[in-house]
């Protein structure tokens, strides 16, 4: 099986809205675009009245194209979400081709952001339903249509791996045969979809179809596109946020071999050759004197002394029930605060894009989550109407939310404006870590008491960026950032006084975006951490304790019961080796995880094992799931044991992977994931084992050692004397 991608420009917007496709059935399936507080409308399927988002199109040859509304990097998509067409569709997953869809937020805007963007752990979640009513509604047209041949009732007709059959006559046609046919049928509402247990793929662990052209070489990311006379180019901005560039010295760049160009602009130096090689060697040889501007003394020690001040302050209050006053005075009280460090992306393939702008047109190749918004400010950049931009997107190589971001993007085309012809503008890794749009610092700060053995009130507040004030202002109301507080206000346990704040405080200088894991990074490992220090003071193991207040929440308590078996909780273990434990609630998923450690006397950590129950509703692709989980967990342990950004004059000291250190292969354990099988609908998977491993990975130190740390990457010094951080 294989996935055929196209240049969506194959398919014109206006035969598609016309129906225009000679030889073949089209459906166009409405997928409800909604603001963020507003509720989602049911799709508009009358006649001539309905919008298309996303489209099916069955050729005469029998081929089921899906204009794939969402982006490839590394999650599985490309296989999962045709997946779910073709199970209600009846479609020949072997003939299924997928279809790169072009920037249009009203064609394929995200149903839960109403933004043509990927992200959230919400691929699944989003195109769930949208993906099953389309596919079964086709079927139907296809049915209707055999039926009408056969002069039989449609009820009398079955539907199977691309053909309509007629058991009682023996009689069969091909979806292809059936195209043009159904193409003239009215697309009927409500058809029934099918039983889970009559599902022939969803629940199967298919192999990814992205799979053999990534490992023999065809696969096209973005960093792969070459046009005929392209140029390269690589770039520079102010080390320091927010300055500008002074002088430049570029005597010795212009006698290196193969250097163009070298562009100036306010903020940037680029160096334009025939080669990588060229222009790299060229921007080194630079002499660039930079205006450093007003951030030049900005510290990390200032960005953590605004921030702590900022928490002392009363927030918003996101959510409060019972009486938090009465909750904290009713049995011994305890307070904590815990700490995260900022965070940069550093996915594999290195921020790119590449860019033909001429005086009346922009065309553009990248690999993007949010292609929408690159054309809008690919079309500001280049002075164009948006119109006149083209946005080629290809598979990702890693996103976690840099690409986000459009930034990239924008340079690009700044730097295009300069150059004649196409120009593929890459930036070094260096340059990446040092200007990346970082995961926030945050600090989260608990006060909570303990009655009778259980919690009796939880005040929560968290301080840090509001990412979506400035990504999506509609989702930021009444001083709360939705993102900030998520996995705060929804924890799973039964609390009767229960009280949640956001402060929201911006760093000096430093931007900060999304980043893999996004607000329940910061919130899940504050409330299990000090869910196991609650658990000592209480005198009870942390898997009863966390057992005690889960009455309410089955999903919940059969993760954590199994994990706790497969960990074999209880167990003795070697001196100085822990087991930890976390409970989530993530994207919908329900997720317990244990990681087993040992410490040595230097406060090195060694994993020994990683145990991962999941209930993440119907599981279109188990495979995919566990190997999301897997990823995810060596993702965030990685970001616990080593990941953190630091500023000094205004400068990210970070700059590549010898100082912003990655997990090695021979430093991951075991990981066992176990899939709960589940009807309820799917939940997110991709960023829900990021937030697992952390806090769990804290709290098998706590046992083995008895050190609470509170801050993240884990202190080493702190560990080997044996004192609280």
Avoid at 99 to 116: C, E, I, R, S, V
Avoid at 185 to 206: H, M, N, R, S, W
Avoid at 262 to 273: E, P, R, S, T, Y
Avoid at 389 to 397: D, F, K, Q, R
Wanted: net charge neutral.
């Amino acid at each position: 099986m294989a996935v055929v991608q196209k240049n969506a420009s194959e398919v014109s917007r206006r035969g598609v809205l016309t129906g225009g496709l000679a030889g073949g059935f089209l459906l166009a399936f409405h997928l409800p675009v909604r603001a963020a507080n507003e509720p989602v409308q049911p799709p508009d399927v009358t006649e001539g009245k309905f919008a298309p988002n996303a489209f099916i199109r069955i050729d005469s040859a029998g081929k089921t194209t899906l204009v794939m509304p969402q982006v490839e990097m590394g999650q599985g998509v490309y296989t999962s979400i045709p997946m779910i067409l073709a199970e209600e569709l009846d479609a020949d997953f072997s003939q299924l081709r997928l279809l790169h869809a072009p920037p249009n937020d009203k064609l394929y805007g995200n149903p839960t952001f109403g933004l043509q963007v990927t992200g959230n752990s919400n691929s699944i979640r989003a195109f769930w339903q949208p993906l099953r009513n389309a596919g079964a509604s086709a079927r139907a047209m296809l049915v209707q249509a055999a039926a009408q041949q056969w002069q039989v009732e449609p009820a009398s007709c079955t539907t199977s791996n691309g053909e309509v059959m007629h058991p009682p006559s023996g009689r069969k046609l091909s979806y292809g045969a059936l195209a043009d046919a159904a193409g003239k049928q009215t697309p009927p509402k409500d058809v029934p979809l099918k039983d889970p247990k009559d599902f022939a793929l969803i629940g199967k662990p298919l192999k990814r179809l992205d799979t053999p052209d990534k490992t023999n070489g065809k696969a096209v990311y973005g960093i792969d596109a070459m046009l005929p006379g392209m140029k390269f180019a690589t770039l520079a901005a102010c080390p320091v946020f927010g300055g500008k560039v002074g002088k430049v010295d570029d005597s010795a760049a212009r006698k290196i071999p193969g250097v163009q160009k070298i562009v100036v602009l306010d903020d940037l130096v680029a160096v334009v050759g025939d080669h990588m090689w060229a222009a790299k060697k060229g921007l080194e040889a630079l002499v660039v004197t930079w205006d450093e501007g007003a951030n030049a003394n900005i510290s990390s020690n200032d960005i953590w002394r605004h921030l702590r001040a900022a928490s002392e302050k009363d927030g918003a209050v996101a959510k409060s029930v019972g009486d938090i006053a009465k909750g904290l005075a009713t049995g011994e009280r305890f307070d904590a605060s815990f700490e995260l460090p900022f965070l940069a992306h550093a996915a594999m393939e290195p921020l790119n894009a590449t860019v033909h702008l001429t005086p009346d047109s922009c065309e553009i190749w990248t690999g993007t989550q949010i292609v929408s918004r690159v054309q809008s400010e690919a079309a500001k950049a280049a002075g164009l109407p948006v119109e006149k931009v083209i946005v080629n997107n290809h598979l990702l190589g890693g996103g976690f939310g840099r690409r986000l971001e459009p930034d990239m993007v924008v340079a690009a085309v700044r730097v295009a404006k300069h150059v004649d012809g196409p120009v593929k503008v890459v930036w070094t890794r260096e340059e990446d870590i040092q200007h990346d749009i970082y995961r926030p610092i945050y600090r989260d700060t608990i006060a909570a008491t303990l009655s009778g053995g259980k919690i009796a009130g939880w005040k929560y507040r968290v301080t840090g960026s509001a990412i979506l004030a400035r990504w999506l202002p509609p989702a930021f109301q009444k001083g709360i950032d939705i993102d900030a507080i998520d996995a705060a206000v929804d924890v799973p346990y039964d609390i009767p006084n229960f009280h949640v704040e956001y402060v929201q405080a911006e760093p000096p200088a430093v931007p900060t975006g999304f980043w893999r894991g996004v607000g329940p990074n910061n919130n899940v490992f504050a409330v299990e951490c000090f869910m196991d220090e609650l658990a000592r003071k209480a005198g009870k193991d942390p898997v009863d304790f966390r057992r005690s207040m889960l009455g309410k929440q089955p999903r919940f308590l059969n993760v954590l019961n199994l994990a706790a078996e497969k960990a074999n909780w209880g167990q003795p273990l070697p001196a100085r080796v822990g087991r930890g434990v976390c409970v989530q609630p993530s994207f919908a998923s329900f997720i317990a995880t244990v990681v087993e450690a040992e410490v040595d006397e230097h406060g090195e950590v060694l994993l020994r094992r990683i145990i991962s129950v999941v209930d993440t509703g119907i599981a279109v692709n188990p495979d995919t799931v566990m190997a999301q989980l897997e990823g995810g967990l060596i993702f965030g342990l990685t970001a616990a044991l080593y990941g953190e950004i630091t500023i000094d004059k205004g400068r990210v000291q970070q700059s590549n992977f010898n100082d912003y250190r990655m997990l090695r292969i021979d430093q991951v354990p075991k990981i066992e994931v176990h899939v709960v099988k589940s009807g309820e609908p799917p939940g997110g998977i991709g960023e829900t084992g990021v937030n697992a491993g952390p806090p769990a990975l804290r709290n098998a130190i706590y046992a083995a050692t008895g050190v609470a740390l509170r801050r993240l990457p884990i202190d080493r010094t702190l560990i080997a004397a044996g004192k609280k951080a």
